[in-house]
């Protein structure tokens, strides 16, 4: 995080937030485990909330996309019916562009996803709940969902302003390890 940001700064530019992601890396981490061990589950809930409401609609999905262009939304066998059925294809040809996942959900093949078009989901009335609810930051039990959160802080704007702005938001000291000789994957919830 650049140590002269303010709170009311938000970052829109996906090339610096990008190449911030690695050198912030361990930083995240740090304060995921900051949060875990000092920050009640709901206390931390209510700041995301406020961050939320005030940077989302600063931030014109329309005008970034980037998610559509490095994210494989986990399609569910009622997204694929719905999906097929909005571009009027059968089941099984849309099917085509698509492999199979975890828990019997689809992604597609290709990155940029192929529904992307000029930035704009070609298929938005129609589109998967995991484009829908991206970047799943209005949903309580912020915490449990950090990891996703932390992965995509280089993806997202809504995602880098957020956890950018909450790190401010608590009397976190990023000079002080959090983690120790812990795994970070240890903290998940
Ligand atoms: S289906 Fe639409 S919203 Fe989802 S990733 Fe593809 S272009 Fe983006
Ligand atoms: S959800 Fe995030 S990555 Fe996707 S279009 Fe909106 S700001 Fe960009």
Redesign the pocket.
């Known amino acids: 995080m650049d140590p002269t940001q303010k709170p009311q700064d938000i970052e829109l530019n996906i090339e610096i937030i990008s190449a911030s992601a690695e050198p912030a890396w361990d930083d995240n981490w740090n304060f995921r485990s900051y949060l875990l061990q000092n920050i009640a589950g709901p206390t931390v809930d209510q700041k995301v909330k406020e961050i939320y409401e005030d940077v989302a609609p600063k ?1 014109d ?1 329309t005008a ?5 262009r490095e994210i494989y939304p986990l399609m569910t066998a009622d997204d694929v019916e719905r999906m097929a059925e909005g571009l009027k294809v059968t089941r099984k040809d849309f099917l085509k562009q698509t492999k199979s996942v975890d828990d019997g959900c689809v992604s597609f093949k290709s990155q940029p996803c192929p529904m992307l078009r000029e930035n704009k989901c070609t298929v938005y009335q129609f589109r998967p709940r995991d484009c829908r609810e ?2 799943h930051l209005d949903k309580p039990d912020f915490l449990a969902g950090s990891i996703g959160t932390i992965e995509n802080y280089g ?5 880098f302003n957020l956890y950018n702005r909450l790190k401010l938001s608590f009397a976190y000291d990023p000079a002080i390890d959090y983690i120790g000789d812990t795994d970070p994957e240890l903290f998940t919830s």
Do not use: E, R, S
């Open positions: 931030i999905c970034c996309g980037n998610c559509c991206y970047p993806t997202c704007p809504i995602i």
